[in-house]
Nanobody, 128 residues
Framework: QLQLVESGGGLVQAGGSLRLSCTASTPSTPRFQDCTMGWFRQTPGKEREFVASITWNGDKTFYAQSVRGRVTVSRDNAKDTAYLQMTDLSPDDTAVYYC??????????????????WGQGTQVTVSS
């Protein structure tokens, strides 16, 4: 099974920036480079929501409207790592952020059910 570990979360002031990382274990089945990667976030009492996604080779990306223009998703398959660069953060961005993998993904789904492998999450807290 593909195992994912998120890192880079923490406390940041409003207007600040943060870069999250998601590293896959190797070797693994499926391989990291064969997977579409997605980022989601969740706050207490709310459903997990889609943030961003990127295809296996990084040629296409998709973003939720709430973060578009402030977030960049990228990946480095040589390092088995995906990234989520966030800028101009606000308290509304406070959440636990998760990365997930979709084996041989041909699209960039926004539903969490499409992703079969998940990390444990990293907390992002934005203060006013």
């Amino acid at each position: 099974q593909l195992q994912l570990v998120e890192s880079g979360g923490g406390l940041v002031q409003a207007g600040g920036s943060l870069r999250l990382s998601c590293t896959a274990s190797t070797p693994s089945t499926p391989r990291f480079q064969d997977c579409t990667m997605g980022w989601f976030r969740q706050t207490p009492g709310k459903e997990r929501e889609f943030v961003a996604s990127i295809t296996w080779n990084g040629d296409k990306t998709f973003y939720a409207q709430s973060v578009r223009g402030r977030v960049t998703v990228s990946r480095d398959n040589a390092k088995d790592t995906a990234y989520l660069q966030m800028t101009d953060l606000s308290p509304d961005d406070t959440a636990v952020y998760y990365c997930a993998a979709y084996y041989l993904g041909l699209a960039l789904p926004t539903t969490q059910g499409a992703y079969r492998h998940w990390g444990q999450g990293t907390q992002v807290t934005v203060s006013s």
